[in-house]
C-alpha cells in the first residue's frame, strides 16, 4: 500500500515556474515506477510525466517536453515535478500516481495509486 500527498501547486503568471512535490508512504518506494498526471475542467486526465525506479528513465508528455522536469529521490520517498515556461493551458490538478513495476507508463489505468492533486492555475 502506498499513500501519496501531493503539494505545492498555485497561482502563477504565464512565463513564471513552478516545483510540485509528491511525498510517498511506505518502505518500498524505490520498487515503484512514478508518474504525473493533469486534469482540466471538462477534460479527461492527461499523462504528463513518468519516471522509472531508480530515476534512469523518463518519459514526458510533447505538450511538456522541454519544459517540465521529473526526478526522484529514493531515499527521501519523494518525486517531484519542476515545470518551467508555464502556460494558460498548463491550468489543471496535477496529480501523483504510482505504478507497482519498476517500467513507466503513459497509460492512467497502469497506475495503482493516487494522490489527492493539486491545484495549479496560470494567468495570462
Known amino acids: 500500500q502506498v499513500q501519496l500527498v501531493e503539494s505545492g501547486g498555485g497561482l502563477v503568471q504565464a512565463g513564471d515556474s513552478l516545483r510540485l512535490s509528491c511525498a510517498a508512504s511506505g518502505r518500498t518506494f524505490s520498487s515503484y515506477a512514478m508518474g504525473w498526471f493533469r486534469q482540466a475542467p471538462g477534460k479527461e486526465r492527461e499523462f504528463v510525466a513518468a519516471?522509472?525506479?531508480?530515476?534512469?528513465?523518463?518519459y514526458y508528455a510533447d505538450s511538456v517536453k522541454g519544459r517540465f522536469t521529473i526526478s526522484r529521490d529514493n531515499a527521501k520517498n519523494t518525486v517531484d515535478l519542476q515545470m518551467n515556461s508555464l502556460k494558460p493551458e498548463d491550468t489543471a490538478v496535477y496529480y501523483c500516481?504510482?505504478?507497482?513495476?519498476?517500467?513507466?507508463?503513459?497509460?492512467?489505468?497502469?497506475?495503482?495509486?493516487w494522490g489527492q492533486g493539486t491545484q495549479v492555475t496560470v494567468s495570462s
Open positions: 519516471i522509472n525506479w531508480s530515476g534512469g528513465s523518463t
Open positions: 500516481a504510482a505504478r507497482s513495476t519498476y517500467r513507466t507508463s503513459s497509460y492512467a489505468p497502469e497506475y495503482n495509486y
